[in-house]
């Protein structure tokens, strides 16, 4: 039995999406995700989704025109002998797309975002990134296999995965550029290309056109020391222009990420100079710094409070000193202290 169910956005996507259409296998917890221009593209990511994983028995989904009266989506289930199961009106968590796939969905996608800084034009890619992740993850409800072994029978090969993290900086390689040029150009890594080249084929986003190519030869650009210097990542803060490139702000700004999470090309390391105090014995007189109010704190039985206002130093000026006290704690401290 496989479920499915619509989501949509608020932002268009860069590939042009607008809404998705998600398939949950019931048995193996598998998540598809497809990115639609509009509503009724569901058809169209139905016959996707046969070709490209299986023909299920059941057919599972609300009671949307579309998935339910549409008379497309009929001819598929007629013609494959597909079973159909609809949600009862105003009853979502009958379907487990919803509960299970779209629900965590939206929320990994927010938890992306606020760990790698991408911008809300890149949802659907966050979207399959993070549906590739789940479908290569063991599931404890799976007898701890993953969905990917579940449905395909095999083990799923995650070296993909661990070259880069979703939205990283990269550099990737241009052909096309003439010497003396690097034949290196900016970008952002979105994710795997399943069906473009080898197992080792990526999602890049073209930092320059905010357009989504697919390359395999391409380096992160992270490490400072190993930035490309003749090469600049212009501002990020973009919307998609689908008609005509998105001109950088100011190229000589040489920026990674949003300018929420704008990395400088140079920094100044945090250097502590506040001195770490340092615990006086119960026999040795305390020294009061000017103009400070200090507390000390002993054992919390037997405590009591003394307050001494200090007589003015030199200086003219006085300093108040707060000591809570055990029973086994003493400092000598009275009027006429000397100030420092």
């Known amino acids: 039995i496989v479920a499915t169910d619509t989501f949509f956005a608020t932002e268009r996507d860069v590939g042009g999406s607008v809404c998705d259409q998600v398939f949950y296998g019931l048995d193996s917890h598998y998540i598809n995700v497809y990115g639609l221009r509009s509503e009724t593209d569901g058809p169209t990511a139905f016959e996707d989704f046969l070709r490209q994983e299986v023909i299920p028995a059941i057919l599972r989904s609300d009671s949307s025109r579309m998935q339910r009266w549409g008379q497309r ?62 479908n290569i993850s063991a599931d404890e409800t799976l007898g701890w296999a993953t969905p990917w072994s579940r449905r395909k029978g095999d083990t799923p090969d995650i070296s993909a995965f661990l070259q880069f993290k ?24 979105l994710g795997v290309a399943h069906n473009v080249g080898d197992a080792l084929c990526f999602y890049v986003l073209k930092a320059d056109t905010h357009r989504v190519i697919e390359r395999s030869v391409l380096r992160s650009a992270l490490p400072f020391t190993h930035k490309n210097k003749e090469t600049a990542f212009p501002t990020d803060a973009f919307k998609p222009d689908f008609l005509t490139p998105y001109p950088p702000d100011d190229a000589s700004l040489a920026s990674v990420g949003t300018p929420e999470t704008a990395v400088p090309t140079s920094f100044t390391p945090f250097s502590i100079t506040a001195p770490i105090p340092v615990p006086q014995p119960p026999d040795t007189a305390l020294v009061i710094p000017r103009r400070d109010h200090v507390t000390l704190m002993d054992a919390p039985d037997d405590t009591r409070q003394d307050t001494n206002v200090l007589d003015p ?9 707060t000591m809570h006290l055990g029973s086994d704690c003493h400092y000598p401290l009275g009027p006429g202290t000397d100030l420092p």
Request: glycine letters at 6%.
């Open 73 to 134: 989506v009929l001819t598929i289930d007629r013609r494959n002998l597909i079973g159909t199961q609809f949600t009862e009106p105003y009853h979502p968590q009958q379907n487990p797309t919803e509960l299970r796939a779209i629900r965590w969905l939206k929320q990994s996608i927010r938890l992306l975002r606020m760990r790698t800084g991408a911008p809300q034009a890149v949802w659907f890619y966050a979207a399959s990134y993070m549906a590739d992740i789940h």
């Open 166 to 189: 979703f939205y990283e900086p990269i550099y990737y390689h241009d052909p096309t550029g003439k010497f003396p040029d690097t034949r290196e150009l900016p970008g952002y890594w």
């Open 313 to 321: 130093s030199a200086t003219g000026h006085s300093t108040m000193a």
